[in-house]
């Protein structure tokens, strides 16, 4: 009997960088405080890459580095490295390019992949989709983001959640049904009001006015974005659970982006699965972006046991968001 070829994930690595921005260090900056951005967000700190010259691939590299590190893996094996980051090194000229290079993933073509905080949960599904059809074999999937190149520091709306970080997972095929199971993913263009960088793009270059009027600062409407979140990443979340005859009891974990504290509760209280179940990193790291699942996956990884069923859930700029189920492939 021919068994279908699944892709597991078999290692993970990460990198958060050394300084840490806390909540009081923020109070001396903008009109906030720690009981605030507590309470409504869940975030003590973050962490900030400091240092001239220092972009995302230097957390991509370090992150990866990690994982090879950990897992005896050669990096000559890679076959392709997937970046996924809303903030690469330059606008042109692909990170994972770089970042493959620098680990001696020489073997290997790389690109990056953008879709704001759904960045990982979609490379999820681009590496899963590699090793299932059976053209290629290993798969290095790292998110990566420098939030703190495109926050304004003078903006209490965005400058209270963002931190900088990166994650690594390395993805395989398996024969005994592991890893990725389902997948649901969504996006709608509604969404791109609501949380972008106006300019710097095709639509408008960048100009001495774009840079005077702090157009390359993320914008968001907080209230908006957090409203679809909620909703959203419950529903698919609730769906992939019901798709798949899941109930609370079948689900281990629940590795959720991780943007907001309460928006995470939301998911899990409409999953069904209590706080023991739920991976949370929020409060160290805040919202890195595409690096927040691998975070987890990295932070967890010694409780993880080989067949646990975990649920990822991400909501993020676009808009886009989604759900995917993968049983866990190994003992830590
Ligand atoms: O990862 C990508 C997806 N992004 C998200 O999922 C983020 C979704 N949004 C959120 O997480 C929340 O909307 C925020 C954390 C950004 C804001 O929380 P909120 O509960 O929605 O606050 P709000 O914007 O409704 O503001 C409530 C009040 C306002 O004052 P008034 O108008 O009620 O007097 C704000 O001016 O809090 C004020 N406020 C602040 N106060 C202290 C806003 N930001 C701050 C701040 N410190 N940093």
Redesign the pocket.
Same mark, same amino acid.
């Given at each position: 009997m021919m068994t279908k070829t699944t892709a597991a994930i078999t290692a993970v690595g990460k990198y958060v960088p050394e300084y840490i921005l806390t909540n009081k260090e @923020?109070e001396s900056y *903008?009109?906030?405080?720690d009981e605030? %951005?507590t309470s +409504?967000?869940g975030i003590k700190e973050r962490r900030i890459l400091k240092g001239e010259g220092l972009g995302t691939s230097y957390m991509a590299i370090k992150a990866a580095e990690d994982l090879l590190q950990k897992s005896n893996a050669n990096p000559e094996d890679i076959d392709m490295v997937i970046v996924a980051t809303a903030t690469p090194d330059l606008p042109v000229a692909a990170t994972a390019a770089y970042v493959a290079t620098s680990i001696g993933a020489t073997n290997a073509f790389a690109y990056d992949l953008q879709a $704001?905080?759904s960045s990982f949960l979609y490379g999820m599904s681009t590496a899963a989709s590699y090793i299932e059809s059976g053209r290629y074999k290993r798969v290095l999937l790292i998110g990566a983001d420098k939030m703190s190149s495109i926050i304004d520091y003078t903006d +209490? &709306?965005?400058? %209270?959640?963002f931190g900088d970080g990166a994650g690594a997972a390395l993805f395989e095929p398996n024969n005994d049904g592991l890893g990725l199971q389902d997948e649901y993913l969504r996006s709608d263009g509604i969404g791109r009001d609501f @949380?972008r960088i106006e300019a710097g793009g095709s639509m408008m270059p960048t100009t001495a006015d774009t840079v005077k009027n702090k157009k390359h600062f993320v914008y968001?409407e907080?209230?908006t *974005?957090?409203k679809y $979140?909620v909703s959203n990443m419950a529903d698919v979340s609730a769906k992939i659970l019901t798709r798949n005859n899941l109930t609370e009891k079948d689900i281990q974990w629940l590795v959720a982006?991780q &943007?907001?504290k +309460? %928006?995470i509760e939301a998911t899990a209280n409409r999953v069904g699965v209590g706080s023991d179940k739920v991976m949370m990193n929020i409060h160290k790291y805040g919202?890195t972006?595409s690096a927040t699942l691998p975070l987890l996956l990295a932070d967890y990884e010694n409780q993880l046991k080989k067949g646990d069923n975990l649920i990822f859930a &991400?909501?993020?700029?676009g808009f886009t968001w989604g759900a995917i189920y993968l049983k866990w492939a190994y003992n830590a």
């Amino acid at each position: 009997m021919m068994t279908k070829t699944t892709a597991a994930i078999t290692a993970v690595g990460k990198y958060v960088p050394e300084y840490i921005l806390t909540n009081k260090e @923020l109070e001396s900056y *903008v009109e906030t405080n720690d009981e605030w %951005i507590t309470s +409504r967000t869940g975030i003590k700190e973050r962490r900030i890459l400091k240092g001239e010259g220092l972009g995302t691939s230097y957390m991509a590299i370090k992150a990866a580095e990690d994982l090879l590190q950990k897992s005896n893996a050669n990096p000559e094996d890679i076959d392709m490295v997937i970046v996924a980051t809303a903030t690469p090194d330059l606008p042109v000229a692909a990170t994972a390019a770089y970042v493959a290079t620098s680990i001696g993933a020489t073997n290997a073509f790389a690109y990056d992949l953008q879709a $704001a905080c759904s960045s990982f949960l979609y490379g999820m599904s681009t590496a899963a989709s590699y090793i299932e059809s059976g053209r290629y074999k290993r798969v290095l999937l790292i998110g990566a983001d420098k939030m703190s190149s495109i926050i304004d520091y003078t903006d +209490r &709306a965005t400058c %209270i959640i963002f931190g900088d970080g990166a994650g690594a997972a390395l993805f395989e095929p398996n024969n005994d049904g592991l890893g990725l199971q389902d997948e649901y993913l969504r996006s709608d263009g509604i969404g791109r009001d609501f @949380l972008r960088i106006e300019a710097g793009g095709s639509m408008m270059p960048t100009t001495a006015d774009t840079v005077k009027n702090k157009k390359h600062f993320v914008y968001q409407e907080g209230k908006t *974005v957090f409203k679809y $979140a909620v909703s959203n990443m419950a529903d698919v979340s609730a769906k992939i659970l019901t798709r798949n005859n899941l109930t609370e009891k079948d689900i281990q974990w629940l590795v959720a982006h991780q &943007a907001n504290k +309460r %928006i995470i509760e939301a998911t899990a209280n409409r999953v069904g699965v209590g706080s023991d179940k739920v991976m949370m990193n929020i409060h160290k790291y805040g919202n890195t972006t595409s690096a927040t699942l691998p975070l987890l996956l990295a932070d967890y990884e010694n409780q993880l046991k080989k067949g646990d069923n975990l649920i990822f859930a &991400a909501f993020g700029g676009g808009f886009t968001w989604g759900a995917i189920y993968l049983k866990w492939a190994y003992n830590a």
